[in-house]
């Protein structure tokens, strides 16, 4: 069975590499499914696998720098991804962590960071969960009412009171299809930023649901916008991981093989989902990353490594459900159109 | 001329502050002493000539390890999506548009 194993030359450890494969095509399949990193997914299964932590981080974050760039290339064949609108808020987040970042360091002063941050980021995870919850349970209701817009039903419309801020200059954000003051994604953006520099995460968390209820982007391309973004911030943060010596490359290239696959399942998957399922599968994988840290918090590493990949896997299978049926469909009724 | 001034302000910015998005995702690293053990890697039938250069580049310069580092990382994200894309064209499924349906 040695043919199984695989040696990574900078981290000199020999790794089972069809498990790096699977953590590329589950994580892959995700991210291109909900517009994320998906760091939190890696972390435990790299551990898991017996890679050293030293590489794990920046592995990682050059895995996500890949995996983004393919679901983004998907994405844009749908017409996923604004652009314009991902600009924006690149520049709006890396501001935003710069000061999130400083506020670290301002409470590293004071002590007990640690704790704050971790507790601030259950919070918040918490608050995010229930948001998506609350909002799919207020369309339902509407949905019944007979309160359908042009893309259906709706819950939280929290961004048309947003985009009716009139402070110059008003851009038209055409893949998006609002109009709005520059000022709203770049504030938004330097908002969810802080809060990501404060959390040490890359964002993708708090992003995703920060287009759809505040910046008021169809669920769809929310999630190939911030993949966009996440694209760009990865692979910079590939260039700075290396020169710290933190990237195992073969692995990356292990795993990208893996995440090639996943990222076309999780993003075509997209274009047969609602965009209430996209949010309902997205708010149950931001619960299980609140218990899994709860569970660390509180000495149970090994229980909250089972949870997440546990969820990873069922989600992963949801998704692969999603885009089989929607393909099988789509072929039968074009099958049945040409007969 | 303008403009120009505004792109560069914008490309300096960028510049300065892309370092904290990048370490925002995950811990703050340190600085790490590892070497990559080359004396292993000499079995030509095992080990490619790429593994052999990449742990080399670890060992004697980082920064050309860096620059690789990222390099291939694109170019082969960007291979696997092409290579994805073509696969994919020939299922018969209809990969450029999509309904935009929330509920």
Redesign the interface.
Same mark, same amino acid.
């Given at each position: 069975m040695e043919w199984l194993t695989m040696?990574m030359?900078?981290?000199?450890i020999h790794i089972f590499w069809p498990g790096l494969v699977l953590i590329g095509f589950s994580v892959g399949t995700i991210g291109g499914f909900f517009g994320m990193?998906g760091?939190w997914m890696v $972390?435990p299964g790299l551990n898991i696998l017996g890679f050293p932590m030293?590489f794990a981080?920046?592995t990682?974050?050059?895995?996500?720098?890949?995996?983004s760039?393919?679901s983004t290339? /998907?994405h844009s064949?749908?017409?996923?991804v604004d652009y314009k609108l991902g600009l924006i808020m690149?520049?709006g987040?890396?501001?935003g962590?710069?000061v999130?970042?400083q506020l670290v360091m301002y409470l590293e002063k004071l002590g007990s960071v640690e704790s704050v941050v971790r507790y601030a980021y259950v919070v918040l995870l918490a608050l995010i969960a229930t948001l998506v919850f609350y909002d799919y349970y207020k369309? $339902?209701q509407n949905?019944k009412a007979g309160d359908?817009g042009e893309?259906?039903?709706?819950g939280i419309t929290w961004y048309k009171t947003l985009q009716k801020l009139n402070l110059p200059p008003m851009i038209h954000f055409k893949t998006s299809g609002f109009t709005c003051s520059l000022w709203l994604p770049m504030g938004i953006s330097f908002l969810t930023?802080i809060l990501?520099?404060f959390l040490?995460?890359?964002?993708g968390l708090i992003r995703m649901p920060a287009l759809v209820y505040l910046i008021g982007c169809?669920?769809?391309?929310a999630v190939g916008t911030d993949l966009f973004e996440v694209m760009i911030?990865?692979?910079?943060?590939?260039? $700075?991981?290396?020169?710290?010596? /933190?990237?195992e490359?073969?692995a990356?290239?292990v795993m990208?093989?893996g995440?090639?696959?996943g990222?076309?399942i999780g993003t075509?998957a997209?274009?047969y989902a609602?965009?209430?399922g996209i949010r309902i599968a997205f708010g149950i994988a931001v619960l299980c990353c609140m218990l899994s840290i709860i569970l660390k918090q509180f000495g149970y590493k090994d229980m909250a490594a089972v949870l997440i990949l546990g969820t990873i896997g069922i989600i992963c299978l949801y998704i692969i459900k999603i885009m089989a049926v929607g393909?099988f469909e789509?072929?039968r009724d074009?099958k049945a159109a040409n007969a | 001329m303008k403009k120009w001034k505004k792109l560069t302000l914008a490309i300096v910015i960028i510049g300065i502050l892309l370092p904290g998005i990048a370490l925002a995702g995950g811990d703050k690293a340190t600085e790490l002493v590892v070497v990559a053990d080359t004396r292993v890697l000499n079995d030509p039938g095992y080990y490619t000539a790429f593994m052999k250069y990449m742990a080399n580049a670890y060992n004697t310069d980082i920064l050309v390890f860096a620059i690789w580092c990222t390099v291939v990382t694109a170019l082969y994200g960007a291979f696997l999506g092409f290579l994805m894309d073509f696969l994919l064209a020939r299922t018969g499924l209809d990969l450029t548009s999509r309904k935009i349906l929330e509920h």
């Open positions: 040696y030359p900078i981290a000199g990193g760091a $972390t030293a981080i920046g990682d974050m050059a895995h996500i720098a890949g995996k760039m393919i290339f /998907r064949k749908f017409g996923n690149v520049l987040t890396m501001l962590i710069e999130g970042a369309a $339902t949905k359908v893309h259906g039903a709706e930023g990501a520099g040490g995460i890359g964002g169809p669920t769809h391309v911030s990865g692979l910079y943060g590939a260039f $700075t991981y290396s020169l710290k010596g /933190r990237i490359i073969i990356v290239l990208l093989t995440a090639a696959i990222a076309q075509i997209t274009k609602k965009g209430y393909a789509e072929l074009k | -």
